[in-house]
């Protein structure tokens, strides 16, 4: 079946310019996370959705940075006034169980932002 | 908090040669603790998976790793690689209950020939 899919696959952003980047998860997954993979890092949590609840946003470096989920399926997210350390890979992720025990999180390709 | 440490950013080994991946985490509560592969051009997978039970784990392709709780370590094993390894392999961790995963910085695994 179909993976978790992400749109657009690169975007290349002048400095000070809003952008928006799309997560379509698994059908039917409750859960949806947003990661961000410097060049050379790990990827670091951003936020993560529980239907359309954000449940947890504290990986978000600034105010800049927003999320949605409205109707509990397709996420965007959002930056305002791209910085030049914003350039990054943005990895959307999705699991099936709402709560408790072990949830698989299963990654979509990823956004590579590069910020000029 | 929980950390991750990959103590090694570039790991070169000739084909079936063995190789090791080191990770070692940081928690004062219970964790799951995973190894995710990236291969060139293409999205994180999940490689195999420590829940609880036995400590020893292993994936289909022949990698197994080992969770250690008094070293704090989940070190990643393959007797004997194959070109088709070369990836960049990332360690992480969830607390148990919790939803968010913490990654390590990842080590690049190149086979030569």
């Known amino acids: 079946g179909a993976g978790v899919s992400q749109s657009p696959r690169y975007k290349v952003a002048k400095r000070g310019q809003d952008v928006a980047l799309r997560c379509d998860p698994i059908?039917?997954?409750?859960?949806l996370f947003w990661y961000q993979q410097a060049l050379g890092q790990g990827p670091e949590f951003l936020t993560y959705?529980?239907?359309?609840?954000?449940?947890?946003k504290s990986g978000l470096p600034s105010d800049r940075f927003f999320a949605e989920r409205p109707e509990g399926s397709v996420s965007t997210l959002k930056i305002q006034r791209t910085q030049q350390e914003d350039s990054a890979v943005y990895l959307c992720?999705?699991?099936?169980?709402?709560?408790?025990?072990?949830?698989?999180?299963?990654f979509g390709p990823g956004t590579r932002l590069t910020v000029l | 908090a929980q950390s991750v440490t990959q103590l090694d950013s570039q790991v070169p080994v000739f084909e079936e040669a063995p190789v090791e991946l080191r990770c070692n985490y940081s928690?004062?509560?219970?964790?799951?603790l995973f190894w995710y592969v990236q291969y060139p051009n293409q999205g994180l997978q999940l490689l195999l998976k420590?829940?609880?039970?036995?400590?020893l784990v292993e994936s289909i392709n022949g990698f197994e790793a080992e969770f250690n709780k008094s070293q704090t370590s989940f070190h990643l094993r393959k007797p004997s690689v194959h070109i088709s390894d070369t990836a960049e392999y990332f360690c992480?961790?969830?607390?148990?209950?919790?939803?968010?995963?913490?990654f390590g910085q990842g080590t690049r695994l190149t086979i030569n020939p």
């Open positions: 992720a999705s699991s099936l169980v709402v709560a408790g025990g072990y949830n698989e999180q299963f």
């Open positions: 059908s039917g997954h409750v859960s």
């Open positions: 959705f529980q239907n359309e609840a954000q449940l947890d």
């Open positions: 928690s004062s509560v219970s964790v799951y």
């Open positions: 420590y829940l609880s039970g036995s400590t």
């Open positions: 992480a961790v969830s607390v148990q209950g919790a939803q968010k995963l913490v």
